[in-house]
């Protein structure tokens, strides 16, 4: 069962990802309008700067602690499509903190009505309402984490190698070693006859747990991260005493809501380029730079993103920078930068290199590398 609807979800994500490069390579691309069609791909993530404690956190999903207080929340959750769609209408923030050994996340929902189904580790809670949070630390778009939670606490945490875009296969059987978390409901659990204020969840994930054993450096001073958060919300009625899924014509369930805290663009949280930033900090009042790195892999996305469109519509990827509309020379933040790419009709590997000494690197999978020299 855990199999099927996890082969399902992905082939929704194929889907989606089919269509949107199809209606984006309607439009004749040049070098003047490149991004055109792909706008909502291009969108700059949200940054949550992390502050270190080293207050102890009881994990218990009352947030009482005064590093809590301190934290900052979040915006508000959105759409996954973004301004594309209506903005939710129940609230969703998170905050984080982190020490030495741990990132602590909470988060607060805000619901009238609490329900949970699913009562087993790794049951697929997504059928839930659910809380749902994505972590790459090596911003590579491969080797990223998921972990989710309903309102009673059940928890489904997978490792996945590669997006499911690229052939990925989540690995269900891996958990995340000495997880704690707690969730606190305001209001009652399965009781459609009263009203309810929401949940809130509070998380220590231990930090050498989301390794992997890949070569990612615990966080310092101004590491960077991609995390992002997704809420999953079903539409229900009562029936006979409980919350049941609304359904269409055919009696199969209306699709969920997704909300998250940075847009994705697309209804896919497994495309982790869009996820927000994550930056690590001991200080005070520090404020998040983009690093510069960043700006130059939107043009290495630029790539990926018109190769597929361009292998959707001619069955290979194109052999020249040329035939995607892209120019070799790119002014990146007011520097001078150089494309390259090599294809093949069913491989490529792009790259972008600035003043200094950094070339980073994208493949046909979607894997970032960022190479040291020339």
Known sequence: MTKCFLSSRRANYQKVMALMFAISFGTTVTAQNKFEGLEHLFTVPKS??????????????????????????????????????????????????????????????????????????DDIIYKDNDFEIFISPANNTHQYFEIEVNAINKIFDLFLPKPYRNGG?????????????????????????????????????????????????????????????????????????????????????????????????????????????LQFTRKDNSEFKMPYTEYQRKYLWLIYYRQKQFQEKNGKYAATLNELGIEAKQNVEGQSNQLKMQATDSQFTASIAGEDAKLISINDEGLIKIINSK
């Open 169 to 277: 296969n989540a690995l269900i059987s891996w958990d995340i070693e000495h997880l704690k978390s707690a969730v606190q409901i305001q209001g009652t659990l399965n009781k459609p006859g009263d009203k309810d204020k929401g949940w809130t969840v509070e998380m220590a994930i231990p930090l050498k747990a989301i390794r992997m054993g890949f070569a990612t450096d615990p966080p310092k001073e101004g590491s960077i991260w991609r995390i992002n958060f997704s809420r999953v919300e079903w539409d229900t009625k009562v029936r006979n005493g409980k919350n049941v899924k609304l359904t269409n014509a055919e009696g199969k369930n209306l699709p969920e809501r997704n909300w998250v805290w940075s847009p994705q663009g697309i209804i896919n949280m497994h495309a982790p380029e869009r996820w927000g930033y």
């Open 48 to 121: 949550y700067v992390v502050q270190h404690t080293d207050e102890a956190l009881k994990i218990d999903g009352n947030l009482q602690e005064s590093a809590w207080q301190k934290a900052q929340w979040t915006t508000n959750f959105v759409d996954i499509e973004g301004d594309l769609k209506p903005a939710p209408f129940f609230d969703t923030q998170v905050k984080m903190l982190w020490n030495d050994s741990t990132l602590f996340v909470a988060a607060k929902l805000q619901e009238p009505q609490v329900w949970a189904t699913q009562t087993h580790h």
